[in-house]
């Protein structure tokens, strides 16, 4: 299984970005997604989870309200809308995958991609 993040770039504090993570070797359809991410010199954090079905959401409090998770199966793709951009955001993204289906354990994950958010 193999899990592609792409979107990343400079924004100015306030803009938006859409990240994408493509996964091949697998279909998504059974299983949960995330994204998190990883600040220069900070551990891994949470971000946002959506189940299988794309009906069940979940967010950290610090991007509640302004991110959003999406998934299409069809393109076996998920997404992370990100609007209202700040500084304190500007970290490495990591699309992950559920390994076995209902256990929300995140075995799969994928090569990060840079978000940069200026002041």
């Known amino acids: 299984v193999q899990l592609q993040a792409s979107g990343g770039g400079l924004v100015r504090a306030g803009g938006s970005l859409r990240l994408s993570c493509a996964a091949s070797?697998?279909?998504?359809?059974?299983?949960?997604m995330g994204w998190f991410r990883q600040a220069p010199g900070k551990e891994r954090e949470f971000v946002a989870a959506?189940?299988?079905?794309?009906?069940?959401?979940y967010y950290a409090d610090s991007v509640k309200g302004r991110f959003t998770i999406s998934r299409d199966n069809a393109k076996n793709t998920v997404y992370l809308q990100m609007n209202s951009l700040k500084p304190e955001d500007t970290a490495n993204y990591y699309c992950?995958?559920?390994?076995?289906?209902?256990?929300?354990?995140?075995?799969?994950w994928g090569q990060g991609t840079l978000v940069t958010v200026s002041s």
């Open positions: 992950a995958g559920e390994g076995v289906a209902g256990t929300d354990e995140f075995d799969y």
């Open positions: 070797g697998r279909t998504l359809t059974s299983y949960a």
């Open positions: 959506i189940n299988w079905s794309g009906n069940d959401t």
